[in-house]
């Protein structure tokens, strides 16, 4: 299954670096949502583009003109993402799609069943839950900061 721009987005609930559940649907009417799905916690590609977003955040959400909602996600335990988090200082939920593994990236369509990771797959949501915006790259293929600037500012 692969979800496409102007597809409802599937919903899901998965456990943030805390333990706390963190539905995709209580977004709904209230924030658009930037899903970015990742391979895994504390590898280089990763980490520079989830401390590009964290870094970059205020820049995102003041250009969207809109209030926007970051969740990464990647098949690493809660408690990596935790570990992880402290480190880096994320200050955005780090989401669990560790059992059933990877079954949120499956149902988006950006599960690597070889290698048993998340592309790098983003989908941009708006505050109705449809996907307005997505780009999926490649494992060792970094996104662009600048396209979620311009897609965002688009909402």
């Given at each position: 299954m692969s979800v496409n721009v102007g597809d409802a987005a599937p919903d899901f609930e998965l456990k943030d670096q805390h333990g706390a559940p963190v539905r995709?649907?209580?977004f709904r009417g209230g924030r658009n949502v930037?899903?970015?799905?990742?391979p895994l916690a504390f590898s280089g590609v990763c980490t520079g583009e989830l401390c590009a977003l964290r870094d970059e955040l205020s820049g995102l959400v003041a250009g969207a003109g809109a209030d926007v909602q970051v969740l990464a996600v990647s098949v690493d335990s809660m408690f990596t993402l935790r570990a992880w988090s402290d480190?880096?200082?994320?200050?955005?939920p780090l989401l669990a799609d560790f059992w059933p593994h990877?079954?949120?990236a499956q149902r988006y369509g950006v599960?690597?069943?070889?290698k048993g990771?998340?592309?790098?797959?983003?989908?941009?949501i708006?505050?109705?839950?449809?996907v307005r915006w997505k780009v999926v790259n490649a494992i060792p293929d970094a996104r662009d900061i600048d396209e979620y600037r311009k897609a965002l500012a688009g909402l």
């Open positions: 995709l649907s209580d930037l899903l970015v799905f990742y480190q880096e200082g994320f200050r955005f990877g079954g949120t599960f690597d069943e070889a990771v998340a592309l790098r797959g983003t989908f941009i708006d505050t109705e839950g449809v």
